[in-house]
Structure formats: C-alpha cells, structure tokens
C-alpha cells in the first residue's frame, strides 16, 4: 500500500475560528492529533500576513500557509526542504486594485473599503481588537469592502471588474476586490511542492471552508467539508462532507471522524 502524505488546508473565520468569538478552543483536539501524526495544516483565508502569523503562533503551526484568498503562498523556512522563507505571490500589485476601486467610487458605485476606513472602524465592522484591525489593514494584493447598493449595481461592478482582469468575490463578512485567482491556485502550487518533495507518497487533501470564497478551494480537495455557519446553507460541493457544529466544534467533528477513515 503507498504511504500517504495527508495535507489538511482550511479556512478561518467560520471555520477554525469561531465567526463572532475568533475563539479555535473546540477544535484544540484535533489539532492536537494532527501534529501528532504530522499532518501539515495550511491555513488559507482571507486574512493578511501579519494577521494569520498571529494565529499560526497562538497554535503553534509552523507550517506553509495561504494569505488574502490566495494572493501568496508562504513557505517558512524549514519546510518543503527550504533552508530560507519562500513567498509566491500570485496577485495584482495592491495599487492597481486601488486604483480600479477609485475609478469605480467616481463612477458612483456605492461601497466602503477598508482604504476608508479607520483602525477602529475596521475593529468595529470585524469584531477584531484594535491591534488585530491594525494588521487586517496591512494588505499586499485584496481589498475587503461592505458593498452599500442593490444587486443590479453590483452585477455592474462585477462586470467592470472582470473587463480589466480583476474579480469582486464574496467571503463570510466582505466582499474582496481582487485579481482573477483565488484560494484553489496557490493550494494546488502547494500540492505540487509536496508531491515534488515526496514522489513515492501519494498526496491526499482536506479542505475546510464555511463561504463562497472558499468553494474552488473544497472541489480542488479529495475530501471537502462545509463547516455549518452563517453563510454555509448557500455552499454547494459534490460530496462534501457537512459538519452538525459550527466552527471550531464542527472542525474538529469533522477532522477527527476523517482521520478515523484514513489513519486506520
């Protein structure tokens, strides 16, 4: 039988994080046993950098991780047989993001980007403490915004957006302006690194999310799971496994009754 290589990627916000609390404790178990096992958790959320850091160090996860829906893939060093950090960058230069956002305001598209926010305005749309909202803030390639107008405006921002290669995608709390990739290209950039690393293994993926944005993400999985929470009744995956527990309780459900079938 070939020897596995299990890579667990998932969400945050909803998902291993409770969506109003942030708090990860119920899903403490399983993360447990996944370090035990040495099974890599590749966080993939539309979290910045410094924010997801904060995270990866509260549980102790030294593993590569995904930033902003998929603007980079971060390899720390020390994994993937990488002596020095690596970052690969798959979005469009913030600036050009802006500069569209600015174009579309003039156009009178009626939205609210973090751009015009304040960190304490962040903190209070978010739920976030203040330095949390601070790093929220420190964006590289996506810009999270509260859309203000109806479906019709919206479907005509969309469409503007798309025109100059860009997207407007929804996840749990904003919509995010961004470039034409998502979560599934820098997770697929990551399966390869680590089949590369261990040809003679075979790679088998768990991919949990909770929203929209994360959907590419679960059908690039060979076992997806929709953690219940506020946006997941609209969330549609081939046979993905759905949770009975919201967030973190639902995780680690989910987790420890897939490692019961793999791990036998």
Known sequence: MTERQILVFTDLDGTLLDHHSYDHDAALPALERLREAEIPVILNSSKTRPEMEAIKACIDNRDPFIVENGAA???????????????????????????????????????????????????????????????????????????????????????????????????????????????????????????????????????LGDSHNDRRMLETADYPVIIKGVNSDKLHVAGALRSEGYGPVGWNECIQSLLNQLLE
Not at 134 to 151: F, Y
Not at 177 to 204: F, H, N, T, W
């Open 73 to 207: 893939a971060i390899i720390p060093a020390g994994n993937l047989r990488k002596d020095a950090e690596l970052v690969i960058a798959f979005c469009a230069p913030l600036d050009e993001v802006n500069e569209q956002l600015l174009a579309l305001r003039e156009a009178g598209f009626p939205f609210r980007s973090f751009n015009d926010m304040s960190v304490a305005e962040v903190a209070q749309a978010t739920g976030l403490d203040e330095a949390s909202a601070a790093n929220a803030k420190r964006r590289i390639g996506t810009m999270p915004l509260q859309w203000q107008g109806d479906d019709r405006q919206l479907e005509a921002m969309r469409s503007r957006l798309r025109a100059v290669g860009m997207q407007l995608l929804k996840g749990g709390r904003f919509y995010h302006a961004m470039g034409q990739y998502d979560k599934a290209d820098a997770m697929a950039y990551l399966i390869k690194r680590y089949q590369s690393c261990q040809p003679d293994r075979e790679v088998v993926t768990i991919a």
